[in-house]
Nanobody
Framework: EVHLVESGGGSVQPGGSLRLSCSAS????????MSWVRQAPGKGPDWVAT????????YYVDSVKGRFTISRDNVENLLYLQMNDLAPEDTATYYC?????WGQGTQVTVSS
């Protein structure tokens, strides 16, 4: 059975950093495209970043390019999202996703 469990969220000031983790079980993470999706309060979900299966090509929404980095550890079956220079508009619940599988989300709040 596929399980995705996110962690690493929290509250930070603008300009701060966080690293989100997603622990995957029930499948080999490197064999699938993996994504981070976020949902701000009162809004729909927004795609943030994807790392492809195999070579691990990465893709980002324009608003996070240069600030966020998606990566994975194929040995530990972990997905990461390094988030730097955080801004209030990054406040959201962040979800790990592959296909129609989702984690429970981790909350990121950026506020002064």
């Amino acid at each position: 059975e596929v399980h995705l469990v996110e962690s690493g969220g929290g509250s930070v000031q603008p300009g701060g950093s966080l690293r989100l983790s997603c622990s995957a079980s029930g499948f080999t993470l490197g064999d699938y495209d993996m994504s981070w999706v976020r949902q701000a309060p009162g809004k729909g979900p927004d795609w943030v970043a994807t790392i492809s299966s195999g070579p691990g090509t990465t893709y980002y929404v324009d608003s996070v390019k240069g600030r966020f980095t998606i990566s994975r550890d194929n040995v530990e079956n972990l997905l990461y999202l390094q988030m730097n220079d955080l801004a209030p508009e990054d406040t959201a619940t962040y979800y790990c996703n592959t296909g129609n599988h989702w984690g429970q989300g981790t909350q990121v709040t950026v506020s002064s």
